[in-house]
């Protein structure tokens, strides 16, 4: 079973620039989750969607954080305009839909440097 | 607002140690606690706990869920270098959003 597809993997930006991320679901994940790794820290919960709708997005900065799910398979992430503390490892999970019991996977991650 | 909290934050240890690793909770709510291992990459899945006083079991990987006290301990036996990771600790809400902690740093020295 193919995992969890990120790109790109890493990312060199200066800030106030703008950058996109994007993920592809294991095929028939309903849940895509957005997570935000900052180095020494624990993944921290951006966006969450169930199919093309979003379930939670209480931590998503969004004055300057965007995401997408339009057709309900691949997301993508959007900062606009980036700062210096954007700089980390922003990972996408995707689980199967419904109640609990089931764990996420995760893709590889990208690692965003903010200059 | 609820959280999770893993202790110790980092561990040094010698190849053959025994380690016990710490996750507490403070949640209104609960439906899964899970374990997984971060080494230079994403996060791989080592055990899901859902019932309280049931030990999960993999090679020299251990972790039981004590839902009367809001905690989680993951041990893991004889280390070998091979176990230096970051290990993470999260927990499902009804929701299904996953809150983690900021994960215990594990160094196995030869």
């Known amino acids: 079973e193919a995992g969890v597809a990120q790109s790109p993997r890493y990312k060199i930006i200066e800030k106030r620039q703008s950058v996109a991320f994007w993920c592809n679901p294991i095929?028939?994940?309903?849940?895509l989750y957005w997570y935000q790794q900052i180095l020494g820290q624990g993944p921290k919960l951006l966006i969450q969607?169930?199919?093309?709708?979003?379930?939670?997005d209480s931590q998503l900065p969004k004055d300057r954080f965007s995401a997408e799910r339009l057709k309900g398979v691949d997301s993508t992430l959007k900062i606009q305009p980036a700062k210096l503390e954007d700089s980390a490892v922003y990972l996408c999970?995707?689980?199967?839909?419904?109640?609990?019991?089931?764990?996420?996977?995760f893709g590889p991650g990208t690692r965003l440097t903010v200059l | 607002e609820d959280k999770v909290v893993q202790s110790p934050l980092s561990l040094v240890v010698h190849e053959g140690d025994t380690v016990t690793l710490n996750c507490s909770y403070e949640v209104t709510n609960f439906r899964s606690l899970l374990w997984y291992k971060q080494e230079k990459k994403a996060p791989t899945f080592l055990f899901m706990l859902t019932s309280s006083g049931i030990e999960k079991k993999s090679g020299r990987l251990s972790s039981i869920l004590d839902k009367k006290e809001l905690f989680s301990i993951l041990n893991i036996t004889a280390t070998q270098t091979g176990d230096s990771a970051v290990y993470l600790c999260?927990?499902?809400?009804?929701?299904?959003?996953?809150?983690f902690g900021t994960g215990t740093s594990l160094t196995v020295i030869p």
């Open positions: 999970a995707s689980r199967v839909a419904g109640a609990g019991g089931n764990e996420q996977f």
């Open positions: 999260a927990v499902e809400f009804p929701g299904n959003q996953f809150y």
């Open positions: 095929s028939g994940h309903a849940t």
């Open positions: 969607f169930q199919n093309n709708g979003v379930v939670d």
